[in-house]
Structures are given as C-alpha cells and as structure tokens.
C-alpha cells in the first residue's frame, strides 16, 4: 500500500469511502459484507476510513462504526462530517456531533470535515446563530477532533473566499477530483487554489460516479495500447497519483472485488507520463460531447436579461453528461429565478457574437427542458434530514 505523509502520522493513499456500501435486496446495508470489506482492508493497509451523518439514510456511520469496533482503536483513522448542508429548521452542531460520536462508537474522530461547502451551505456554515464553525474548533481544541477540514462542491471563486475568511483553520480539503472534471467542473482551477495555499487535497468522486470505469472499446483499445494491464479505473487513479498535492483518494466501494481491484492498483505508484496524460486528456475531451464554450463572455455584454451564460453552458454540459449527479442541482438551487436558463427571452444577441458559434437561446432552452429531470438537491437534503429525524425518534 502506498502511504502518504500528512503532518506527523501516514495515510493510506486509499481510503474506504462509505457512501456506496454494499446492499441486501431491501436495500438495506449488507452488514457481514461491509465488515468482511472493512477485516480486508485494514488487513492490506488501508488504514482511513470515510463516513458522513446522511450515508445510506444516516445508517452508515452506525455500520462502519461496528466494522471498525472489531480492531484496534490505533490501527485505522475515521473521519465524518457534520450536515450544514442539509435543509433544517434547526442547526444544532453539539447535538448532532454528540450523536455521530454514539453511533460510530468512538471518543473522538480523527478527522471531521464541514460536509459539502458550497452556495447554498456555506450562509448556514457562517450564520453566528449556529456557531458551527466555533463549535468545531472548540471539539478540536479538546481533542475529540484531530483534523479539521472540509469537503466542497463550491464554485472555484466561493471556495477560494470562504478560504480567505476560514482558511487558517481548514487543514485539508475534499473536492470532485478526476480527469473528466478537471475540465468540465473546473476542478483544475479548485485543485490550484488549495495548493497555493499549501491545503492537501483529498479526493472524492475519482472515477466521476463509476462512468471512468466505463470506457469505450475504442477508449480501452487506446490506453491498452500504452499500458496493456491496466484497467479503466486503474488508469483513472494513475491520473491522480500524478498530482503532487493529492493526499487521500477515497473510493466508494460496494464489493469485495472492486476492493480487491482497487488495492492492487495502489499496491505501486506509476503516475502517467506526458504522452500518457495527453491521450486520456483526448479521451475526456471526447465524453464530453460539450458546447465548445470558451467563456470568453462575449455573449453577456449584450444580454438583457444579463445571464452568466458561461457558468449556464458549463452546467449544461456536466448536466447532459452526467445526469444523475446532484452537483448542477446543488449550484441552481443558489440563483434567483431570473438568472436560469428559463429566463433566456431568445433575442439572440450573444449567439450573434459568439467565436464558436454555438446557439446559445437554443441551449438554454434545452437545459431548462431538463432541469426537471435532474435529481432535485434540495428534495434530497429534506429526505435526509426527515429520515435522520425519524431514526432519532426511534431510540
């Protein structure tokens, strides 16, 4: 296993992520799995291991908890995060930290991150009401948590201003990071603004939801041709252990063999050479089926209505890509409903002056014809919080 340095102790360069367990046909979590995954893990050297209070219906802390309780408190580093994210009437962060420690059945965690640091969370995240951020700090200094960082979604310029404000306190950070998003969510620009300020950056959705590990025959038959026992997703991680920065890539694992895969693949450290890096770039450029938009914003200094339309192509794109994923839901929750698509009057102008030539009202209103379609976040976050509610009552 390689191990990566982070302050004094070592880190599994892979850590367990729990938000994808293995599932009984009820859909409830495979439990004998999940501790025989977990019994192998720890036995290969993973040793970091990823939960947060709405997984799996707020059920996976309490089953890794167990897991986990089987060895050695020393041998392995938990990590949770607390749901500022999440819509609530109430944010209570004591309550819920003091639940999250009974239900992974730990005195402390190692690290604890704010969850999803984004525009719809980060007023909650700073509203003195809650004292969120005050309150973590001061579990800190006690010692009931040793790492403190956070994990974000956020736009690049609102992640880099909430780091001006809180910076000094985030001592790592977790972010969608992966060859396709590198451009396509501008992960590239987040992955900059982290390491100039010297924040180690830990990744999540590697493989962009598993559709990395999916490639084309024609795809494979390229990356084959360069490294001819390497798979799909091993090419994927070889990409991130490219990047100096990159700490902690967490897998979401849901079985025994993509566990297996995945610890073979980090077994060695190979990161890509140029030629390498520059044909699976060809490839992400290729999935993308994108608006060729180059923000270059000529299309806005015209626009009545004045739309970011940039920021709305790009959505567009990551949208019609990836369908399934919350994030383009989680950035149009936060704009009033004159600044979406569907406020596009289709006068034209900024398609007249667009260098790529796209269509610009006709895009707008295709996104807006699927943006009903697209998982609803905030939806999301009141099941959640009911179906955490509700667990609550239970006891």
Known sequence: MIY?????????????????????????????????????????????????????????????????????????????????????DVYDP???????????????????LLHNVCEVSIPTYEDKRWGIIDYFLEQKAQGRIH?????????????EKFLDRHGEHIEFCQI???????????????????????IPVWVMEGLHGGRLCS??????????????????????????????????????????????????????SEPLNEAENAVLSEIAEGMKN???????????????IELDIPLLINAYNDARLHSSSFTVSM????????????????????AQVCPQKIDIPKAMSEFSELIPKLPNWSKLCEERAAAAKALKNKK
Request: charged letters at 25%.
């Open 290 to 304: 994108a608006l060729p938009c180059t923000s270059c914003r000529y299309c806005c200094a015209g626009c009545p």
């Open 147 to 159: 790492h403190f960082g956070i994990s974000s979604h956020a736009l690049p310029d609102n992640l």
């Open 4 to 88: 990566r340095d982070f302050q004094n102790i070592k880190l599994s360069a892979l850590g367990f992520g729990t938000m994808r367990l293995p599932l009984n046909p009820d859909k409830s979590i495979d439990e004998p799995q999940v501790f025989e995954m977990t019994d192998y893990a720890l036995a290969h050297g993973v040793n970091y291991f990823d939960t947060a209070y709405p997984y799996h219906a707020s059920k996976s802390e309490i089953v890794i908890g167990q897991a986990l309780a089987r060895h050695p408190r020393d041998s392995f580093y938990l990590a949770t995060k607390y749901p500022g994210h999440q819509i609530m």
């Open 176 to 198: 969608q990071l992966n060859y396709l998003d590198w451009t396509l969510q501008n992960a590239e620009k987040k992955y900059r603004i982290l390491s100039e300020r010297g």
């Open 215 to 268: 490639l084309s025959d024609e795809e494979l038959d390229r990356l084959k041709a360069l490294r001819p026992d390497e798979t799909a997703t091993g090419w994927a991680f070889r990409w991130l252990q490219g990047l100096p920065n990159v700490t902690m890539i967490l897998s979401g694992m849901s079985s025994m063999e993509q566990m297996k895969e995945n610890i073979k693949t980090f077994e060695t």
């Open 94 to 112: 004591a309550e819920i930290f003091e639940e999250q420690l009974r239900k992974c059945g730990v005195d402390y965690f190692d690290f604890y």
């Open 331 to 350: 950035m149009l929750d936060t704009m009033p409903e004159d600044k979406l698509p569907s406020a596009c009057i289709g006068c034209g102008q900024c």
